[in-house]
């Protein structure tokens, strides 16, 4: 995982010496460079933004910066990357939610306490299943229709929709004798 120390990014960007993510213009500065950064990453990269350095972020920044990045790169903008958020703090957390939920996207976020969560929108039924892929850390859709007593084709489509939204990682792997996909946390 490629830590970006968001922190780093905003001195060197804005060149004002402020660790708060404040105001849309900032925001758009900021994730403009992370932007680039990112279109320098692997195919396959996971990416965490990290928060532990910055004060506070407010509704427009975490807009701009965050569900932008978030909605990006569910319409393919970064190619096959994955972004989570690190180093949260409580106060963080909640604008950076109601970006996303204002706009119905998700993103798993790693708290400053460790505590790993899910921020932003998702259904039930996907809520569980990503629980049963953090739990395990990795499994393919035979894994999960056994567990819920679930449809092969509606396990699939479980774990299909998760990587869709970039929540979980696919890969492809030989298991007994054929070829299957694999779900992992990022």
Not at 133 to 161: D, H, M, Q, W, Y
């Amino acid at each position: 995982m490629h830590k970006y120390d968001l922190c780093k990014l905003l001195r060197e960007e804005l060149k004002n010496g402020s660790v708060d993510l404040v105001a849309r213009p900032s925001g758009q500065v900021l994730r403009e460079r992370v932007e680039r950064d990112i279109a320098g990453e692997e195919d396959g990269a996971s990416v965490a933004l990290d928060f532990s350095r910055i004060g506070i972020i407010d509704y427009s920044c975490a807009d701009e910066i965050i569900a932008k990045l978030i909605s990006r790169l569910l319409g393919g903008e970064y190619g096959n990357r994955y972004i989570v958020l690190a180093g949260l703090s409580e106060n963080q957390k909640e604008n950076v939610e109601v970006a996303l939920e204002r706009k119905d996207l998700a993103v798993i976020a790693h708290m400053r306490d460790g505590r790993g969560v899910l921020l932003g929108n998702l259904n039930n039924y996907l809520k569980e299943t990503l629980h049963f892929v953090s739990e395990k850390g990795k499994i393919a859709a035979g894994e999960l229709s056994e567990k819920f007593k679930l449809p092969a084709n509606t396990s699939g489509t479980r774990l299909l929709n998760l990587h869709k939204k970039r929540l979980v990682k696919r890969t492809d792997e030989v298991r007994n004798g054929g070829r299957v996909w694999v779900y992992e946390t990022i």
